[in-house]
């Protein structure tokens, strides 16, 4: 899996600077098919925003402080900050997953929400590719134009995830 990599600088060139067309000009084919292989099996992290904490913290009725020690964790980016991220149990599954499903489905992070059009994912066909292997909805179902794939990657601008600097 790869994992979203929320760099400003890339997304200027993505969505502003580009003239070629992206790969996704004619759009993508995607539909969930509610299988999990996101959520499961393999170390990642789901980065969070201010209004995902929002309404996950809304949704579980926790105050902040129990919501951050049961559910969160720091992790370091590269400019040195570090980010948060939800925990992951022992054998990486997502900590709102269970054999249900998402446990949190409708309040779930954008990063969640917007999965598979990640910067990372949708920076080239090739990664789009390796990320099909993993993904049954990939190029399967409803078509997203590349004006609403863009709208993904734009949201993620308006929502940063949630940083602190490292003291």
């Known amino acids: ?58 949704s579980l009725n926790l105050g902040n402080r129990e919501f951050s020690e049961t559910y969160c964790r720091w992790v370091p980016s590269d400019d040195g900050k570090m980010q948060l991220s939800l925990k992951e149990k022992p054998n990486y599954d997502c900590i709102f997953w269970t054999e249900e499903g998402c446990s949190v489905y409708e309040t779930r992070p954008l990063q969640c929400r917007a999965f598979p059009f990640w910067l990372s994912t949708l920076s080239s066909k090739k990664n789009w590719e390796i990320t099909a292997r993993d993904c049954p909805g990939i190029g399967q179902g409803t078509l997203h134009t590349e004006d609403s794939i863009k709208n993904w990657l734009t949201l993620r601008q308006m929502e940063p995830i949630i940083t602190r600097s490292e003291v």
Do not use: Q
């Not at 004619?26 to 904490?53: I, M, N, P, Q, Y």
């Open 1 to 58: 899996m790869i994992y979203p990599c929320f760099c400003a600088y890339y997304y200027k060139i993505m969505l502003e600077t580009s003239s070629t067309s992206p790969f996704y000009a004619e759009g993508l084919h995607f539909t969930c098919k509610r299988c999990s292989a996101c959520c499961r099996f393999e170390a990642g992290f789901v980065f969070l925003s201010k209004e995902d904490s929002s309404r996950l913290k809304a």
